[in-house]
Nanobody
Framework: QVQLVESGGGLVQPGKSLRLYCAAS????????MGWFRQPPGKEREFVAA????????YYADSVKGRFTISRDNAKNTVSLQMNSLTPEDTAVYYC????????????????WGQGTQVTVSS
């Protein structure tokens, strides 16, 4: 069983940066692929980024490629999402998720989900 808790969300101006964190419980965090998804207001949940259990393979949605960076620290049981050059279109509730070993772009392949953290990009 893995419990995930997101943090770091908030209100930020367009063009600024924000870093999200996901803290995981459990001793097997290092064997989980991790993903970030988001749900914009009135829209479906969508993939943002994913990282393999070793951290050497990453995936990004086209809409965030070059602006967002996913990373993990297995010693601290955390995964982070560095978000730069934010736009109002990035406004959403951001969720982290966990699955075995490999990262995935598909939400249904993840076993565990956090409660989400709100990110609002507005001037």
């Amino acid at each position: 069983q893995v419990q995930l808790v997101e943090s770091g969300g908030g209100l930020v101006q367009p063009g600024k940066s924000l870093r999200l964190y996901c803290a995981a419980s459990g001793r097997t965090f290092s064997t989980y692929g991790m993903g970030w998804f988001r749900q914009p207001p009135g829209k479906e949940r969508e993939f943002v980024a994913a990282i393999s259990w070793t951290g050497d393979i990453t995936y990004y949605a086209d809409s965030v490629k070059g602006r967002f960076t996913i990373s993990r620290d297995n010693a601290k049981n955390t995964v982070s999402l560095q978000m730069n050059s934010l736009t109002p279109e990035d406004t959403a509730v951001y969720y982290c998720a966990a699955r075995s070993y490999a990262g995935s772009t598909l939400a249904y392949e993840y076993y565990y989900w956090g409660q989400g953290t709100q990110v609002t990009v507005s001037s």
